[in-house]
């Protein structure tokens, strides 16, 4: 039987890191989107013993629609596509932005997404709903969960960053665990890119 392998992507994170490594500040905003069902693909992929993707589980915050419109639509097309096109696979588990009392002179902020991502990953391997989990961030915030999952003997922890020749994003790692990164070079990224505009997109039913 093979593997079962569930992807856990922090979005923020992950297209953060993605814009810090291959592109820079001049190109467009919607460089640095990938397609979580060939993430997704391409990590299950990368194993001696046979593995079967049955999950990618997006995590991202939502804006308000009140408060930017555009932003909220162009959330829910990117959501709506890409969990279209990935054959069932794919799944956006999505919580509100928190809005600043200066709002819009400060940005808002994701509250919570770290969490729900992480009781995910901890709760799903204790129930043995996947033999291998994931995390595609940097965030050091996730390690408690790493270490939490690293810790079962039935299931598997590993993680996934991004790199370059000349540069490395950190890796989450668990003291001791010998957690294995993933690391993404250009060639992969650029495979798994999504250069879409959700926010010019129209969806026509």
Not at 40 to 53: F, I, T
Request: glycine share 6%.
């Amino acid at each position: 039987m093979p593997e079962r392998v569930v992807v856990f992507v922090d979005y923020q994170n992950t297209y953060n890191r993605a814009r810090e490594i291959f592109h820079t500040d001049k190109d467009p905003t919607f460089f640095g989107q990938v397609d979580p069902l060939k993430l997704g693909e391409y990590l299950a992929a990368r194993s001696a013993v046979s593995r079967e993707l049955t999950e990618v589980r997006v995590y991202r915050g939502r804006p308000d629609p009140l408060k930017d419109a555009q932003g909220y639509g162009a959330n829910l097309r990117q959501a709506a596509v890409q969990e279209g096109r990935g054959q069932g696979k794919v799944k956006f588990v999505s919580r509100s932005l928190r809005y600043p009392s200066d709002w819009p002179k400060s940005r808002p902020q994701e509250k919570g997404i770290d969490v729900a991502l992480a009781v995910d990953f901890v709760v799903m391997a204790v129930r043995q709903e996947y033999n291998v989990g994931i995390v595609v961030s940097t965030d050091s915030d996730l390690v408690p969960a790493l270490e939490a999952v690293a810790a079962l003997p039935s299931v598997r922890c590993e993680v996934a960053a991004f790199s370059c020749p000349n540069m490395h994003c950190r890796r989450l790692s668990v003291k001791g665990a010998g957690v294995w990164c993933h690391w993404i070079d250009e060639a992969a990224y650029l495979d798994m890119s999504d250069h879409t505009d959700y926010n010019q997109l129209v969806i026509t039913i």
